[in-house]
């Protein structure tokens, strides 16, 4: 007999935020040979040696500045996401961090305690990169195959494009973009250039020349960038943002290397330098309000529009608990299971 479940699982946040956390909560991410990918001595060295001795006293204020009665804003949204699907749905709902709490390994053995011998995979990550959606993936598969070897454990696959996300941010967004507004900056996370190049199977198309993301090529199935690109063009599609009032940028770079331009603390300067005055950014790449939405955008980010010229920088919300984002999910559910019955139905 199978019996299934869904596992939700998003990036994590430290328990608290004290330094002591915060620290706990960087050692484990940037020990992630995904997210740091060099060689483990190089990788231990950069990480004790160079970043928490300074970092976490940095990152547990801006913590701090978030931080709610009841927790982590990236916990507390998730989990009334996870309960509300849970309502919508007549299986296990399961949520998971991939670093921290709750963590991954919690979850599985919460599945395994359930008799649960299918579960579905849905990673909370809209776009493929290496240190989010494949870390995420795989260090569930590791777990499984360790702690539920029996259990089939299927992954939906990233839907930067898909129409129902489509729709859900458009909805999310809908009265932010219905007040005047000069412009849009879609703001993605950043990641090193060297990610793109790792992630291209065909070792010669991501960032090989400027137009690679309008190219078509296998490689934009592990491209971040590329579909970072889509889900702007599905987005202005639909809601018809004319071409000069939009850009691209990539914030949260760590360290001196090249990470994928423009970065978004300069394009805010620049934008406000060139006359805007009203600007509106939406951060696609992230599905619950976390630290580098509310306090890099909505605090510093903030800031800095408005030091530079600026007069109002609108930070559209996350998807969090959009009744359309919940529909996605519910359907990305249904769809792979099509004989699972809705608790409405």
């Given at each position: ?250 914030q949260s770079r760590l360290g001196s290397e090249p990470w994928l331009q423009p970065y978004t603390d300069q394009e805010l300067v620049r934008l406000a330098t060139s006359g805007i005055k009203r600007l509106v950014v939406l951060c696609p790449a992230f599905v619950a309000d976390c630290l580098e939405t509310l306090e890099e955008i909505g605090l510093r980010g903030r800031q800095s529009f408005v030091q530079a010229g600026g007069e109002e920088l609108t930070l559209a919300p996350c998807l969090n608990e959009h009744p359309l984002w919940l529909g996605a999910l519910e359907r990305m559910v249904t ?11």
């Amino acid at each position: 007999m199978t019996t299934r479940a869904v596992l939700l699982v998003n990036l994590g946040s430290p328990d608290s935020p004290t330094e002591a956390d915060v620290r706990r909560y960087l050692r484990e991410f940037l020990m992630d040979p995904r997210v740091l990918d060099a060689p483990w001595p190089v990788r231990f060295f950069v990480v004790n040696a160079t970043i928490l001795p300074t970092r976490p006293r940095e990152s547990a204020h801006a913590y701090s500045k978030i931080w709610t009665s009841e927790g982590s804003p990236l916990i507390v949204t998730s989990r009334r996401v996870q309960e509300k699907l849970q309502r919508q749905l007549s299986v296990p709902v399961v949520l998971a961090m991939r670093y921290q709490n709750p963590s991954i390994e919690r979850a599985v053995q919460s599945l395994v305690a359930q008799g649960i011998t299918e579960t579905f995979l849905i990673p909370l990550f809209p776009h493929y990169a290496m240190s989010s959606y494949e870390s995420a993936v795989e260090r569930v598969r590791e777990v499984v195959r360790r702690a539920a070897p029996r259990m089939t454990l299927e992954v939906m696959p990233p839907y930067y494009a898909h129409p129902d996300y489509i729709s859900a941010l458009v909805a999310s967004t809908s009265d932010v973009l219905a007040a005047p507004y000069d412009h849009v900056l879609f703001s993605f996370h950043g990641l090193p250039e060297r990610h793109m190049r790792k992630a291209d199977p065909t070792g010669q198309h991501c960032l090989a020349t400027k137009d690679c993301c309008d190219t078509p090529s296998v490689a934009h199935d592990t491209c971040y960038r590329a579909q970072c690109f889509a889900t702007v063009r599905h987005f202005v599609a639909s809601t018809g943002i004319p071409s000069s009032k939009y850009s691209v940028s990539f914030q949260s770079r760590l360290g001196s290397e090249p990470w994928l331009q423009p970065y978004t603390d300069q394009e805010l300067v620049r934008l406000a330098t060139s006359g805007i005055k009203r600007l509106v950014v939406l951060c696609p790449a992230f599905v619950a309000d976390c630290l580098e939405t509310l306090e890099e955008i909505g605090l510093r980010g903030r800031q800095s529009f408005v030091q530079a010229g600026g007069e109002e920088l609108t930070l559209a919300p996350c998807l969090n608990e959009h009744p359309l984002w919940l529909g996605a999910l519910e359907r990305m559910v249904t769809s792979r299971w099509s004989d699972v019955a809705r608790r409405d139905g």
